[in-house]
């Protein structure tokens, strides 16, 4: 019975930040995979940053626990709302949640075995993410295209020590709330000469209210916190300019490299069919981008 205390006492604690906005339809599927996780409740906490809800998301978060915070203004607060999260969190490590992602339900529990092999090194983690996309074909494309992205530079963590999430100039740069955010802050961790690791277990992303066409056409969306991104990096550190950023927006690197390197591409031949899609789709949403 002693040891079995010890066991909990020693497993690292997390505090789990979801930033919302009228999110009373995919909320509870998020908190519910939370609530259900195989891992100690005292060992985890769960916060919920709302901006300006019109709808039931307050009061769905209160009734599965979660410690709920307000921020005001126009949306998209985003990155605001992430970092009063981790200014309110008492865990150990963040995890860094969309409202539509549902954990499975090994996810902490794989991640504390992690931290306890690794002998708590890395600083941050990059977690699978599946796509649960508005049609089988479209979920199969995208979990295609996201297999060759886990921990390069397309990816982007969402688990962070605390302690190093506190250390980064910008937290999560508000400037970027609809632009690359989460790949800013990857670069801040960078800078900061942090240690990343990946888990085995994954997030699962309901996206079945996106359609095709409106997945290709809301990166116009990001337009101007793209420029800002770029503009930013090639005048604060140019060596992440030159090795990341020009990489992430790279025809090549995008449409082709990210696909072949380390021996990826024996994956691509039995599946071309799933590639051709995936260029298509992309050339599209360049084509978004370009025409802005």
Same mark, same amino acid.
């Given at each position: 019975?002693?040891?079995?205390?010890?066991?909990?006492?020693?497993?690292?604690?997390?505090?789990?930040?979801?930033?919302?906005?009228?999110?009373?339809?995919?909320?509870?599927?998020?908190?519910?995979?939370?609530?259900?996780?195989?891992?100690? +409740?005292?060992k985890?906490?769960?916060?919920?940053?709302?901006?300006?809800?019109?709808?039931?998301?307050?009061?769905?978060? +209160?009734?599965?626990?979660?410690?709920?915070?307000?921020?005001?203004?126009?949306p998209?607060?985003?990155?605001?709302?992430?970092?009063?999260?981790?200014?309110?969190?008492?865990?150990?490590?963040?995890?860094?949640?969309?409202?539509?992602?549902?954990?499975?339900?090994?996810?902490?529990?794989?991640?504390?075995?992690?931290?306890?092999?690794?002998?708590?090194?890395?600083?941050?983690?990059?977690?699978?993410?599946?796509?649960?996309?508005?049609?089988?074909?479209?979920?199969?494309?995208?979990?295609?295209?996201?297999?060759?992205?886990?921990?390069?530079?397309?990816?982007?963590?969402?688990?962070?020590?605390?302690?190093?999430?506190?250390?980064?100039?910008?937290?999560?740069?508000?400037?970027?709330?609809?632009?690359?955010?989460?790949?800013?802050?990857?670069?801040?961790l960078?800078?900061?000469?942090?240690?990343?690791d990946?888990?085995?277990?994954?997030?699962?992303?309901h996206?079945?209210?996106?359609?095709?066409?409106?997945y290709?056409?809301?990166?116009k969306?990001?337009?101007?916190?793209?420029?800002?991104?770029?503009?930013?990096?090639?005048?604060?550190?140019?060596?992440?300019?030159?090795?990341?950023?020009k990489?992430?927006?790279?025809?090549?690197?995008?449409?082709?490299?990210?696909?072949?390197?380390?021996?990826?591409?024996?994956?691509?031949?039995?599946?071309?069919?799933?590639?051709?899609?995936?260029?298509?789709? +992309?050339i599209l949403?360049?084509?978004?981008?370009?025409f +802005?």
């Amino acid at each position: 019975m002693e040891n079995n205390k010890q066991l909990v006492n020693n497993l690292p604690t997390l505090s789990i930040i979801i930033p919302t906005r009228n999110s009373e339809m995919v909320l509870p599927v998020c908190l519910r995979s939370l609530i259900n996780q195989n891992y100690p +409740k005292a060992k985890f906490e769960i916060i919920v940053v709302d901006n300006e809800s019109s709808d039931k998301t307050v009061e769905i978060a +209160k009734s599965f626990g979660a410690k709920v915070f307000l921020v005001k203004w126009k949306p998209s607060q985003v990155c605001t709302q992430r970092n009063l999260g981790a200014k309110k969190a008492r865990g150990k490590y963040l995890l860094f949640l969309d409202h539509d992602m549902e954990l499975s339900k090994n996810l902490i529990k794989n991640f504390a075995e992690k931290v306890s092999k690794t002998k708590d090194i890395p600083d941050a983690w990059y977690i699978p993410e599946k796509i649960v996309a508005s049609s089988p074909l479209f979920s199969k494309i995208r979990n295609f295209e996201g297999s060759f992205y886990n921990s390069t530079i397309i990816e982007a963590v969402r688990i962070i020590r605390k302690e190093k999430f506190n250390l980064t100039p910008e937290k999560y740069d508000p400037r970027l709330s609809n632009g690359p955010a989460d790949w800013d802050m990857d670069l801040q961790l960078k800078e900061l000469g942090c240690k990343f690791d990946i888990i085995n277990e994954s997030i699962y992303h309901h996206e079945e209210r996106l359609s095709y066409w409106r997945y290709v056409t809301k990166r116009k969306d990001w337009v101007k916190g793209i420029d800002l991104y770029k503009a930013k990096w090639e005048r604060r550190n140019i060596e992440a300019y030159n090795n990341v950023v020009k990489r992430q927006f790279g025809i090549y690197y995008r449409l082709i490299g990210v696909f072949v390197e380390n021996g990826k591409w024996k994956r691509l031949l039995p599946n071309f069919h799933l590639y051709l899609s995936i260029l298509i789709t +992309k050339i599209l949403v360049g084509l978004m981008y370009l025409f +802005k």
